[in-house]
């Protein structure tokens, strides 16, 4: 007898995650089928993948790409949409178990939302998503009955780290940091570092955004307020600690003192599978952690006066409202400015810290307000660095 296949929507299927994902789906067809890809714009890879995974439907972003994405897949009978608005309505479709979410930034948001509303289970790997509206994202799988599986490493360690822990209380989440590649630099070294450095990271092979998130501990930050709504935790019970070998995904103390760490070799295909397989776990032939390579873990306190970002994601955290809709458009706008070299690397968090001070404070915002907000912080990062 064979069991009924989980079909799952990826959203940015030519992206890091994406990609790994679907090595994932193809070690494991007799339990996953890939139902959606989706890309932005990165047509000849999003063909190249409904090719060979037959989905039963794709969508191009960029609406100019219809044309040539529908005249190659239309013969093999793969349904193809363009456009925003088609990512948000492909998402309920009936025959989708569960949509992961591997968008790069405030994108993710909507389809996000609208997969939540159908009742679609979540494989979350749009951090951004839970950093812009993680008050209203929670609300919402909570009244659907929606479950969001964190693909994030540091959240699928905390995860694993309290399945089977049924309601003991987390006394401190302790998310780990690698530090990226400028650790142990001061401000006077970090002035004119070149994107090419910033973009080299020791550990992880990633896209451009987070790998800047990185650089200069965003992405840390940005998980710190990511790790409050998915575990439903007070800020004041989360740490960070930089762990350079990024061996310890990250850990959870328990109100005994007992401390849970998850290890092994970083590498996203893990949580990416754990995430799909919850509650299996499922064989793999990733390369295997072996501690005498490894004689000594070391850790040691992020430096928040050279990296400001990571306490700036504390600060937007505990003003909470609109404040993390913010520092999140403010980020992006940031290192889509570094990339495009227009900005330093400390310029960054200039330009977040203004926007933060800039922008009009929303206690409880709606879908609405977190569209204005964003578009709105938007502008004013620009318009600083004018
Ligand atoms: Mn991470």
Do not use: C, H, W
């Given at each position: 007898m064979e069991n009924k296949k989980k079909h799952i929507a990826i959203l940015g299927s030519t992206g890091s995650i994406g990609t790994q994902a679907l090595e994932v789906i193809k070690s494991h067809s007799d339990k996953f089928v890939a139902e959606v890809l989706t890309a932005n714009n990165s047509v000849d890879l999003l063909i190249q993948q409904a090719i060979e995974f037959q989905p039963n439907v794709v969508v191009i972003g960029?609406?100019?790409e219809y044309d040539r994405v529908f005249d190659v897949l239309n013969p093999h009978d793969i349904k193809v949409y363009a456009g925003e608005n088609a990512l948000s309505s492909v998402?309920?479709?009936?025959?989708?178990?569960?949509?992961?979410?591997?968008?790069?930034?405030?994108?993710?948001l909507k389809p996000t939302l609208k997969a939540i509303e159908a009742g679609k289970n979540i494989a979350l790997a749009n951090k951004e998503t839970m950093v812009v509206a993680g008050d209203l994202i929670s609300r919402m799988a909570y009244e659907k009955g929606v479950n969001i599986y964190p693909v994030d490493s540091e959240h699928s360690a905390i995860f694993q780290c309290i399945?089977?822990?049924?309601?003991?209380?987390?006394e401190k989440i302790i998310l780990t940091a690698s530090?990226?590649?400028?650790?142990?630099?001061n401000r006077t070294e970090l002035e004119n570092v070149t994107v090419k450095e910033a973009l080299k990271h020791p550990n992880w092979d990633m896209g451009a955004k987070i790998t800047i998130d990185s650089a200069t501990l965003m992405n840390k930050g940005l998980e710190v307020i990511e790790a409050k709504w998915l575990?439903?935790?007070?800020?004041?019970?989360i740490e960070v600690i930089v762990h350079?070998?990024?061996?310890?995904h990250s850990m959870v103390q328990f109100e005994d003192g007992s401390i849970k760490a998850q290890m092994g070799l970083p590498d996203m295909k893990l949580p990416i599978q754990y995430a799909i397989s919850y509650p299996q776990r499922i064989s793999s032939n990733f390369p295997r952690f072996n501690f005498t390579d490894y004689p000594s873990l070391t850790f040691e306190q992020p430096d928040t006066n050279t990296f400001r970002n990571l306490d700036f994601a504390f600060e937007a955290l505990k003003k909470g409202g609109n404040i993390p809709c913010v520092l999140n458009a403010a980020n992006e706008i940031a290192v889509q400015l570094f990339l495009e070299e227009k900005v330093g690397f400390l310029e960054m968090s200039d330009i977040i810290e203004s926007c933060m001070a800039k922008m009009p404070y929303i206690c409880n915002p709606l879908f609405e307000d977190y569209v204005h907000t964003d578009k709105e912080t938007r502008i004013i990062a620009k318009e600083i660095t004018v």
């Open positions: 960029n609406e100019d998402v309920e479709m009936d025959s989708i178990d569960m949509v992961l979410t591997a968008l790069v930034g405030y994108s993710g399945v089977g822990e049924f309601n003991n209380p987390i530090g990226g590649p400028f650790r142990g630099r575990f439903n935790v007070d800020v004041s019970k350079p070998q990024s061996i310890i």
